[in-house]
């Protein structure tokens, strides 16, 4: 898949950052012709993986995350999220719907959510040395046929 | 994030402006609680109408106040949900739980 444009950002994982890197997708994002519906979705994804890396990835210290936006041909968007953390034992497992291991705070939809915003998602992690998550969103085509 | 509220009777209203995620979560929990807590309300209605967004985490926060409100013995429903908040509520099945209307 041709990459067209591509940017990465890396910050600690301090809560703030939530909100930083909402924005930043939405900045990115405007390079594409995107409905509101689309743009909604892609930020709440982006909230979804960058809080489960401030939350479970580094839940005793601040660590770093890395956010790789690409725009790749055919209107299409990649997220990636990564970290350095603690990693996912079981990856099948915590993308069911409702599994956390964050008590009552934490409703156990992120990956839910995630997968059902974007056209794929993908979860490589190993214990002890960290996750990646990759998330493509396809623009819908009749947009274009203005 | 910003919270008002408006009591009238026994109902509570709580009105959020602003984006709920994460980092906001925590602070605005405990105000919630604190509300619920002065002010012992029958009706406790949540109004997301100045909700910009919301993730997962305002799953959680809903899962307590509605939690909270049945030990009080009374009613939490949801309203004036936006766009962008609505498609995670949907999305996660709390309508099944929790009263949620547009
Ligand atoms: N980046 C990560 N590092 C370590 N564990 C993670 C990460 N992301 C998710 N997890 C694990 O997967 C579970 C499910 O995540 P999610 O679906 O977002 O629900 P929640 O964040 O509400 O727990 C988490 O509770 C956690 O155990
Ligand atoms: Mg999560």
Known sequence: MNELNSVRFEFPSLSCNEGFARGAVACFAAQLDMTLTELG????AVSEAVTNCIVHAYPDTVGPVILRLRILEGDELEIQVKDHGRGIEDVARAREPLFTTGGDDRGGMGFTIMESFTDSMRVRSRVGAGTTVTMRKRVERRRKAR | MKLTTAQEGGKLTLSLTGELDHHEAKALVRKLEDC???????????????????????????????????????????????????????ASGIDRIVDISA
């Open chain 2, 36 to 90: 619920l807590e002065a002010a012992m309300p029958r009706d406790c209605v949540l109004d997301l109408g100045g909700l910009r967004f919301m993730d997962s985490s305002g799953i959680a926060v809903i899962l307590k106040l509605h939690r909270r409100m049945n030990t009080l013995g009374g009613r939490l429903t949801v309203e004036n949900v936006g766009q962008q908040p609505l498609r995670v509520l949907d």
């Open chain 1, 41 to 44: 979705d892609v930020k709440t």
